[in-house]
């Protein structure tokens, strides 16, 4: 199962107090390593480099302020966006596992 987290290397204007996406993705990567073990893959995406299909169109909705970053996707669902929650996720990603 791959948990996407897209944003840039410049924070939002509202991020300033918050953690960057790739700081987010990291932190996602360890905490759901020890919950789900290697199941689990997160991966950083940058919307500010060259992407296509799902990554491209996500990234264009975060340029058009349709979400803020980081925008946590999991099978092409948004799970988590801003200051997203790891009680969330986890949530999310037991109900895939579970339905």
Request: a negative charge; one cysteine or more; aromatic letters at 8%.
């Amino acid at each position: 199962m791959e948990i996407l987290v897209f944003g840039a290397e410049q924070l939002c204007a509202s991020c300033v107090n918050l953690p960057s996406a790739k700081d987010t993705a990291e932190w996602l990567e360890a905490a759901l390593t020890r919950k789900y073990g290697t199941h689990i893959i997160v991966r950083y995406v940058d919307i500010n480099h060259p992407l296509k299909g799902m990554e491209a169109d996500f990234a264009a909705r975060i340029h058009a302020e349709e979400f803020w970053y980081p925008l946590v996707v999991l099978n092409g669902e948004v799970i988590g966006e801003g200051n997203p929650k790891l009680k969330d996720i986890q949530q999310a990603i037991e109900n895939i596992k579970l339905g």
